[in-house]
Nanobody, 122 residues
Framework: DLQLVESGGGLVQPGGSLRLSCAASASVYAYYMAWFRQAPGKKREGVARADTTWRPSAVYADSVKGRFTISKDNAKNTLYLQINNLKPEDTAMYYC???????????????WGQGTQVNVSS
């Protein structure tokens, strides 16, 4: 099974930036990968799905367009999420996910990491 490990979360002031990473235990070339987040008391939501050879455009939730950038480094088996201009409402546990099927922003991916916490507060 593919294992995913997120890192890079932390406490950031509003307007700040973070770069989240998701390291995979094997080649991710053939996988669709995405970032999700879940705030306390809320449903998990998809925020971004990386582009692939077969899907050359990344997909973003409307709530993060222009502030979040997803990228996948197949050589390093790592998925990234650059988050700029952080807002308090971005506070959540962030998860990466992978699957050989393209679930886009639906939370039906087969493989999930344990998450990395992002807190945005002054």
């Amino acid at each position: 099974d593919l294992q995913l490990v997120e890192s890079g979360g932390g406490l950031v002031q509003p307007g700040g930036s973070l770069r989240l990473s998701c390291a995979a235990s094997a080649s991710v070339y053939a996988y669709y990968m995405a970032w999700f987040r879940q705030a306390p008391g809320k449903k998990r939501e998809g925020v971004a799905r990386a582009d692939t050879t077969w899907r050359p455009s990344a997909v973003y939730a409307d709530s993060v367009k222009g502030r979040f950038t997803i990228s996948k480094d197949n050589a390093k088996n790592t998925l990234y999420l650059q988050i700029n201009n952080l807002k308090p409402e971005d506070t959540a546990m962030y998860y990466c996910a992978a699957d050989r099927a393209d679930w886009v922003l639906l939370d039906r991916y087969e493989y999930w990491g344990q998450g990395t916490q992002v807190n945005v507060s002054s």
